[in-house]
């Protein structure tokens, strides 16, 4: 059974950065998705940046493309979401999610079936 667990969401400024981490406990085969998804309050959860585990392929979404950056440390089991020039919009609980079960649905979370427990980031103006 994988476990993800998150860590580095807080409140900032806007134009703030922030690293997010989710460390993987357990196998995820390689090239399933891993990534991270967002969801505000009243709205859906929906992706933000995606990666093949272990390989170089991803996804990152045009709301936060240039800001974010998504990377993985294979030695450290853990993946980060790098989040610069960070804006209000941003607001939202960001969850790790992986795929212990391959599906090509990266980008819906239905596609997953591995959910941290959510990591809560707020952006002032």
């Known amino acids: 059974q994988v476990q993800l667990v998150e860590s580095g969401g807080g409140s900032v400024q806007a134009g703030d950065s922030l690293k997010l981490s989710c460390e993987i406990f357990?196998?995820?085969?390689?090239?399933?998705?891993v990534g991270w998804f967002r969801q505000a309050p009243g709205k859906e959860r929906q992706w933000v940046s995606v990666?093949?585990?272990?390989?170089?392929?991803?996804h990152t979404s045009l709301s936060v493309k240039g800001r974010f950056f998504i990377s993985q440390d294979n030695a450290r089991n853990t993946l980060y979401l790098q989040m610069n020039d960070l804006e209000p919009e941003d607001t939202a609980m960001y969850y790790c999610a992986a795929q212990d079960i391959f599906s090509i649905r990266w980008d819906l979370p239905e596609g997953y079936d591995c959910w941290g427990q959510g990591t809560q980031v707020t952006v002032s103006s």
């Open positions: 990666k093949a585990n272990g390989g170089s392929y991803e």
């Open positions: 357990g196998n995820i085969g390689g090239g399933n998705w």
